[in-house]
């Protein structure tokens, strides 16, 4: 395992997940059922899609480097375009997005206990499945090779990120808009995207 790895993993995961769907997803869910059990819920859907994409990241590894790095640093540059693509209309798209979800909750009726459980892990995977997230944690394995390290950073950063819907969610969104997150968000891609292509080009 490597320390700064995780940081980094960390890092870039939590600026683009913090404004993504799936925080407004977590944070109408717990206003429904048991907050823990969404968390637990929610958790074990992030632990099921970081693997995957850990897995494929890694396959992608045993391509030549230079191919790797040059993969690595486009997605870098998509997910940038992507977030600030979506950054003007995120803030009228937060009411839409929550009622989505709470359509989708209410859709599973009175749950209990485990129930809420699975039912937080079905609602979560579906709506973060070929999220952004997950095409990050992928280049991040295939530009580094290290999955344990890649993986326990994002997968904290997740965790992170849905925990502060549970707990915080609502006060956080009234202090800070969607869109300023999403700026962040594209700026660390943009930084990450220029670092990358440097170590193919010119390092």
């Known amino acids: 395992m490597d320390i700064a790895i995780i940081a980094l993993a960390f890092a870039a995961i939590f600026v683009v997940e913090l404004p993504d769907k799936t925080f407004i997803a977590t944070l109408v869910l717990s206003t429904r059922f048991r907050p823990l059990l969404v968390w637990i819920g929610v958790g074990l859907a992030f632990a099921v899609q970081t693997g995957i994409a850990v897995a494929l990241g890694k396959a992608a590894a045993f391509l030549p480097a230079d191919l790797v790095q040059g993969a690595a640093a486009l997605m870098f540059l998509i997910g940038a375009l992507l977030l600030l693509r979506e950054a003007r209309g995120a803030d009228a798209a937060e009411t839409e997005t929550e009622d989505e979800f709470a359509e989708k909750a209410a859709a ?39 999955p344990v390290s890649v993986f326990l950073g994002a997968w904290a950063a997740l965790l992170t990120v849905s925990g502060l819907a549970v707990i915080v969610g609502r006060v956080l969104l009234a202090k800070v808009k969607l869109s300023v997150l999403h700026y962040v968000g594209a700026t660390v891609c943009f930084g990450l995207a220029l670092f990358t292509a440097y170590e193919v080009f010119l390092a």
């Open 108 to 146: 599973r009726g009175e749950v209990h206990g485990a129930k809420v459980i699975l039912t937080s892990f079905l609602v979560l995977f579906a709506a973060e499945w070929g999220d952004l997230s997950q095409l990050l944690t992928l280049s991040l394995v295939a530009k580094y090779d290290d």
